[in-house]
């Protein structure tokens, strides 16, 4: 399996706190990604990072954050939680030398947000 | 931009049935094929993987899965379903040809597989 670490593995917050979910990996892959998952929707991409410090944005990146300041480490961060970000937040990484290549993913994040 | 159409939300079969998930994609040349597999709780796991070169793929635990480019479909089968197969099941797809900093899969809704006993 793929070294790829989640933490917290769940999280019950308070609407308008703020939130960072961490996400680790052993495997020096360049590509980080993170998703929400919810009923209904399947996988939505929130951000991505594409090497240190570059990141840019996905489908649902809207109340979103994410920084990469080590190529071990993807952290997603909700400036202000909201009852729309209650969601099962999933981190995956890639290498994608030449082209989109298969992703690997963390065990999840399940986020409550009341 | 690509776009991944798994009709199928909730599909049942019987333990050592055969099984066939259906994946539609769109895109105007020939995409990067993915299939996924997630147990309840859990991460992704890839099944297999399409490229280019044989149409018909192999993966993990009896899975595979023929691309099929005038159907524009990218179909999961597996001959006899074990009730340890009860999961959701995802497509994804790539653009080959996006450039370095864009490499991004676009994922199905998912099937979701009840076996029975």
């Known amino acids: 399996d793929a070294g790829i670490t989640q933490s917290p593995r769940h999280k019950v917050t308070e609407t308008g706190t703020p939130v960072t979910l961490r996400c680790h990996q052993t495997?020096?892959?360049?590509?980080m990604y993170w998703y929400r998952q919810d009923p209904g929707h399947g996988l939505r991409l929130i951000h991505y990072?594409?090497?240190?410090?570059?990141?840019d944005k996905g489908e649902v990146s809207d109340g979103y954050s994410v920084s990469r300041s080590k190529t071990e480490d993807f952290l997603l961060t909700l400036e202000s939680a909201t009852s729309s970000q209650t969601s099962v937040y999933f981190c995956?990484?890639?290498?994608?030398?030449?082209?989109?290549?298969?992703?690997?993913f963390g065990p999840g994040t399940r986020l409550t947000v009341t | 931009a690509q776009s991944v159409t798994q009709p199928d939300i909730h599909i049942t079969v019987s333990e050592g049935a055969s099984l066939e998930l259906r994946c539609n994609y769109s895109?105007?040349?020939?995409?990067?094929l993915f299939w996924y597999v997630q147990s309840p709780g859990q991460g992704l796991q890839l099944l297999l993987k399409?490229?280019?070169?044989?149409?018909l793929v192999q993966g993990i635990k009896g899975f595979e899965a023929e691309f099929k480019r005038s159907q524009s479909s990218f179909n999961l089968r597996k001959p006899s379903v074990h009730w340890s197969d009860a999961a959701e099941y995802f497509c994804?797809?790539?653009?080959?040809?996006?450039?370095?900093?864009?490499?991004?899969?676009?994922f199905g809704k998912g099937t979701k597989l009840s076996v029975i006993p």
């Open positions: 399409y490229f280019s070169g044989d149409t």
């Open positions: 995956a990484i890639s290498e994608a030398s030449g082209g989109p290549g298969e992703q690997y």
């Open positions: 994804a797809v790539g653009d080959p040809y996006s450039g370095a900093g864009s490499y991004q899969l676009t």
């Open positions: 895109y105007g040349a020939t995409p990067y």
């Open positions: 495997e020096n892959h360049r590509y």
């Open positions: 990072s594409y090497g240190v410090k570059d990141t």
